[in-house]
């Protein structure tokens, strides 16, 4: 593609990589290799992958993969060729018009369910900083979401954000202030996940909450798929499954399960409910109770805990073994589907 619009988007080389790859600590213009894994093994292990941003290309000495700037995106995004990368990538840095490709966000019921910000935050509407977010993803968001096996398009989908400055709405009217890298995750209007994207942080502060949450759960276009869609806890989890075509639905918090059941016997789903939750004793206790109200209300359901393998979650089977798991999620849908065309004829 020798296009002007190539050519300026090849100014965005360095961005782009930066935002995806994660820059060896020892060795100039080198970074880890998402493709071999060099560079990931522990404090002496040294990443394989060169960057030449004179030339705008990348090679890996350990695994021979190599490319430009659209070959890399097609890859880590497994797009079918480069046009589709190319369109991607305008997507992030030449947005036409200025128009920023954000999921519109639906206006949530007026029924509030709880929100772990004060009753000042209850009527803001984020709508306007969700764009603001979104145009900083290359600063910091598409690298975070890279290492934890999320590809960039999903993120566009969902109109996540990054904010390299946040501060929590409730500390902005004090004296001191704290501001840390999160990325920002958009939960109906009126909420969102903040999410700390640094490597060390306090667990506790890592994932914070703000708004009114009210009866939006995050992917919940899910629930109309005709056939089925899983049901698991995190927004990553959620979104490590749709990275292997899995329609998913996230609850946010184990303690939301009523007003998901809600949900379902006011939106009557067609599909199977796919009980996924985390592998843990509170995971095991909240399937039990969702799997309890599923049938109580007549929702059709099926435990498939399973799909974590010996991992806590979804996400966790993503990064820690990719390939184990897209397979395993490939077979498990391709027998889901094989299993229902057996029973209708």
Request: glycine residues 8%; aromatic residues 12%.
């Amino acid at each position: 593609m020798k296009s002007q619009k190539f050519q300026v988007l090849l100014e965005h080389f360095p961005d782009y990589i930066n935002s995806v790859l994660q820059k060896d600590a020892k060795t100039k213009n080198f970074y880890q290799c998402p493709f071999c894994g060099s560079g990931t093994h522990g404090a002496h292990s040294t990443g394989a992958l060169a960057v030449d941003f004179a030339k705008r290309t990348w090679y890996c000495h350990s695994c021979g993969e190599n490319g430009g700037m659209l070959d890399l995106c097609m890859k880590l995004e497994h797009l079918p060729n480069r046009k589709e990368a190319f369109k991607s990538l305008c997507n992030i840095y030449l947005p036409d018009d200025n128009k920023i490709p954000i999921r519109p966000v639906p206006a949530p019921p007026d029924q509030p369910v709880g929100t772990t910000a004060g009753p000042a935050e209850d009527t803001v509407d984020y709508v306007d900083y969700f764009r603001s977010c979104f145009r900083n993803m290359n600063k910091g968001g598409y690298q975070y979401l890279a290492s934890r096996g999320i590809p960039a398009r999903l993120a566009d989908g969902f109109g996540i954000g990054f904010d390299p400055r946040w501060e929590h709405p409730k500390n902005a009217s004090k004296s001191k202030h704290y501001y840390t890298p999160r990325l920002i995750i958009p939960l109906g209007k009126h909420a969102y996940l903040a999410r700390d994207t640094r490597k060390k942080q306090k667990k506790q502060f890592s994932k914070m909450k703000c708004g009114q949450l009210q009866d939006y759960f995050f992917g919940q276009k899910a629930i109309e798929n005709s056939f089925c869609f899983f049901v698991v806890e995190g927004e990553f989890d959620c979104l490590s499954l749709y990275a292997v075509g899995a329609p998913a639905v996230a609850l946010g918090s184990i303690a939301r399960i009523n007003r998901f059941v809600e949900k379902l016997v006011k939106t009557k789903p067609k599909g199977t409910c796919l009980i996924a939750l985390d592998n843990d004793e509170a995971g095991k206790d909240a399937t039990r109770k969702l799997a309890s109200e599923c049938r109580k209300h007549g929702i059709r359901y099926r435990l498939v805990s399973s799909v974590s393998g010996s991992y806590k979650d979804p996400n966790e089977y993503l990064m820690k073994a990719p390939d184990e798991f897209k397979q395993k999620m490939q077979q498990f849908l391709y027998n889901l589907h094989k299993g229902a065309a057996v029973r209708r004829l």
